[in-house]
């Protein structure tokens, strides 16, 4: 059943759309509702096709460079495929569920951002949207982001500024927390002993500094969103007083608007509740990670302080986002599991894989399915960046 907010948007199936992206309207001839195109008018696939073709294009080039990259090395196949086999597949349902688990945290914690707005969305809803936005970031990449806030205001009825706002809220959040992760794994190397080589500990040492500068960027941001939300916007409406007058109204609405989904930060009992919710989401994130390992015989002995170290390191690798792929977070898996816990390759590159799928992959099915229940057309969601209302 399709929602009733939605119906009236360009990205859902049924409902009035533009003329631009009507190819033959209804009832216009015998091939009433189909596309059909004119003479010297090219055929288009749907993005859908084109993004599959993509994909298998880029597993192809992906699979061809690693074959000619190790057929002159000592890269054990037998070894890597060995990895797939002893899987225990209990601890690995247990974590593929945890990781599931995780979206209903997020949607939880999307709900309390919304109270300050006085609007009330179910938890199936935020979790729809939730699971549907994470796909979309998945088949997408990072542009797949705005999909996600553009879902909730339209069922909340409220301003996409508002919940581009909570976004950025809980991307704050949540770097916080790997931050502290990865600050937590910097401090226990030495106590466990671990070796590291020169060019590692280069990186590490970068990796503190960066620490230190994005928490207090994001400490900085929660404080001017938090205490001083009027005089930073009266300050930056100061500062756009070139633009013309239509542009400088849209910008004052789209601050307003921003401000408003921030409101969260300044109650101190839904601040406490966005940080609840956050601590919560985190532990079942190292919980999923923790039967991951359980899962496999080469880490089946680690302990859950090396899988908070493990986790800090390796978090950093999800800021880059390729559609369909993935990103570095593959690359620093293996680096890590080989450089700090002495893994072998081909046993490091293939739990690298199902940390990938774990991380990423596994919501799609569900995300695919939410969004066919919910009656949204993928192929209008290139359309997003441009078409939203702010």
Known sequence: MIRSSLESKIYILEGPRPAYQVANPPGSGAHAGRAIPTTGESVTLPIWLRRLLFIALGAIIVAALLLYRFRSTPFQWQLFLTTFYRVNWIWLGLSICLMLLTYVGRALRWEVMLRPLNRTLSLRTLTYDTAIGFTAVVLLGRPGELVRPYLISVAADVPFSSQ????????????????????????????????????????LGAGGYLVTFLGAACLLLLVLFRNFSVPVRRRLMSALTFLPQKHYERAEQMLASFSQ????????AFLALLLGYTAMEWMIILASYYTLFRSFPATANFEITDVVIFFGFVAFGSIVQIPGIGGGIQVASIIVLTQ???????????????IWIITFVVVVPFGLLCAFHEGINWSKLKHLPQDVPL
């Not at 989904?261 to 101190?268: A, L």
């Not at 816990?341 to 739990?351: D, M, R």
Request: charged content about 15%; cysteine-free.
């Open 340 to 354: 700090i816990y002495s893994l072998s390759l081909e046993a490091a590159t293939g739990l690298a894989i199902f």
């Open 164 to 203: 581009m706002a909570a976004w950025l809220l809980e991307r704050m959040l949540d770097l916080l927390v790997v931050l502290l992760l990865f600050g937590f794994g910097l401090t226990r190397i030495p106590a466990h002993g671990l070796h590291l080589g020169p060019s590692l500990r280069w990186v």
């Open 261 to 268: 989904g921030m409101e969260s930060t300044r109650d101190p």
